[in-house]
């Protein structure tokens, strides 16, 4: 075979390889982190909410603000309905990458998050004043978001959800007694377990949320807990006589991004993810503020007979809880330490 020939074929044989492996390092998505300006991201967002709900609105405001000011840059699909999987696969899903985003309660974030059970303990927050200074907290900003990041969940927002009050069949709530005899609906979960075995005479029955109207219906609980707005949008008014305004437990939601994809995002896109979450979370917690008190007047409007319990029933509960429960979940608060979990909770209620 021809020298020359044999040498022009080597030539052009080490060109193509040199253009192939530089196209694979340019291309490549774990060592890129900015965005070409033709180039659109699209990233799935997914959540519990039924169409049309405040779930829904807040995550299309968040969507529309991130697209607008990335110049489309990024989009944000909206996946409401739990249509890529319940709260604790989307929780899972952000964790592992198989899913980008979500807006999640806080409860089943406790499986992967056990430092985040301080959300969860029943009787610990007054008002929106109060959790809004431990939302805007060290315990937040640095305790819990760092707790997070460890399972890959970047926080980038903590969104009002309600206080939890009570529903029942048998009799309005004033006094601790009242709660005596009553077979109430639970979620599925130790430390709401171990909240109402600490209350005497409530028999608590854990039952998931869609099977609840038809366990109210049916008789098999008496009662169960949630936020005004949630009672009126799962019609519990059709199957609750009942409701007292006790704001017992606060319901937060937060806002997740998986970790691996923030780090691909270019710092000035970050802050606008960051300024996109801040407006869903002053738009969701006006609209959780306001429509508080528009909700309670229509269930009073579909028959239910509301009250608010005596001035001692917070005091009371808020105590049973601080003795029995609380420090069963210290520990865990404090990630394996009793004593920092327990100083947390105590910085909480000096926050009152």
Same mark, same amino acid.
């Given at each position: #075979?021809?020298?020359?020939?044999?040498?022009?074929?080597?030539?052009?044989?080490?060109?193509?390889?040199?253009?192939?492996?530089?196209?694979?390092?340019?291309?490549?998505?774990? !060592?890129?982190?900015?965005?070409?300006?033709?180039?659109?991201?699209?990233?799935?967002?997914?959540?519990?909410?039924?169409?049309?709900?405040?779930?829904?609105?807040?995550? /299309?405001?968040?969507?529309?603000?991130?697209?607008?000011?990335?110049? *489309?840059?990024?989009?944000? !699909?909206?996946?409401?309905?739990? $249509?890529?999987?319940?709260?604790? &696969?989307?929780?899972?899903?952000?964790?592992?990458?198989?899913?980008?985003?979500?807006?999640?309660?806080?409860?089943?974030?406790?499986?992967?998050?056990?430092? @985040?059970?301080?959300?969860?303990?029943? *009787?610990?927050?007054?008002?929106?004043?109060?959790?809004?200074?431990?939302?805007?907290? /060290?315990?937040?900003?640095?305790?819990?978001?760092?707790?997070?990041?460890? $399972?890959?969940?970047?926080?980038?927002?903590?969104? /009002?959800?309600?206080?939890?009050?009570?529903?029942?069949?048998?009799?309005?709530?004033?006094?601790?007694?009242?709660?005596?005899?009553?077979?109430?609906?639970?979620?599925?979960?130790?430390?709401?377990?171990?909240?109402?075995?600490?209350?005497? =005479?409530?028999?608590?029955?854990?039952?998931?949320?869609?099977?609840?109207?038809? @366990?109210?219906?049916? *008789?098999?609980?008496? *009662?169960?807990?949630?936020?005004?707005?949630?009672?009126?949008?799962?019609?519990?008014?059709?199957?609750?006589?009942?409701?007292?305004?006790?704001?017992?437990?606060?319901?937060?939601?937060?806002?997740?991004?998986?970790?691996?994809?923030? $780090?691909?995002?270019?710092?000035?896109?970050?802050?606008?993810?960051?300024? =996109? @979450?801040?407006?869903?979370? @002053?738009?969701?917690?006006?609209?959780?503020?306001?429509?508080?008190?528009?909700?309670?007047?229509?269930?009073? &409007?579909?028959? #239910? !007979?509301?009250?608010?319990?005596?001035?001692?029933?917070?005091?009371?509960?808020?105590?049973? #809880?601080?003795?029995?429960?609380?420090?069963?979940?210290?520990?865990?608060?404090? =990630?394996? /330490?009793?004593?920092? =979990?327990?100083?947390?909770?105590?910085?909480?209620?000096? #926050?009152?």
């Amino acid at each position: #075979m021809d020298k020359k020939y044999v040498l022009n074929l080597f030539i052009l044989l080490s060109a193509f390889l040199i253009t192939a492996c530089n196209g694979i390092s340019e291309t490549s998505p774990k !060592e890129s982190t900015t965005t070409s300006n033709n180039e659109t991201i699209t990233i799935k967002l997914g959540h519990g909410g039924a169409s049309g709900d405040i779930l829904n609105q807040s995550v /299309d405001l968040f969507s529309e603000y991130v697209e607008e000011n990335t110049n *489309g840059r990024y989009i944000i !699909e909206n996946y409401g309905a739990s $249509q890529l999987g319940n709260e604790r &696969d989307l929780i899972e899903g952000v964790s592992l990458g198989t899913v980008d985003m979500t807006l999640v309660t806080n409860s089943p974030l406790g499986n992967f998050v056990e430092e @985040a059970l301080f959300y969860d303990l029943p *009787g610990l927050y007054t008002d929106l004043d109060h959790v809004h200074k431990v939302a805007d907290s /060290d315990i937040v900003r640095e305790y819990f978001a760092e707790k997070t990041l460890e $399972q890959n969940l970047r926080l980038l927002a903590v969104t /009002d959800g309600g206080f939890r009050n009570f529903t029942n069949n048998i009799r309005p709530i004033y006094d601790m007694e009242d709660l005596s005899g009553i077979k109430m609906r639970v979620q599925e979960s130790p430390l709401i377990r171990e909240t109402y075995e600490a209350l005497p =005479g409530v028999s608590p029955t854990p039952i998931p949320i869609g099977d609840l109207y038809s @366990a109210l219906e049916q *008789g098999v609980v008496d *009662g169960q807990e949630n936020p005004t707005i949630l009672i009126n949008d799962f019609k519990f008014a059709e199957v609750q006589k009942y409701l007292t305004l006790t704001g017992h437990s606060y319901f937060p939601r937060h806002l997740f991004i998986n970790e691996d994809l923030w $780090q691909t995002i270019p710092k000035e896109d970050q802050q606008v993810f960051l300024n =996109g @979450a801040k407006e869903m979370e @002053a738009f969701k917690n006006n609209y959780y503020a306001e429509e508080n008190v528009n909700v309670i007047e229509e269930l009073k &409007d579909q028959g #239910m !007979e509301v009250n608010e319990p005596n001035d001692a029933f917070l005091d009371d509960f808020f105590e049973i #809880m601080k003795n029995e429960v609380y420090p069963k979940f210290y520990k865990e608060i404090g =990630g394996g /330490d009793e004593e920092e =979990g327990k100083r947390i909770i105590d910085e909480i209620i000096d #926050m009152r």
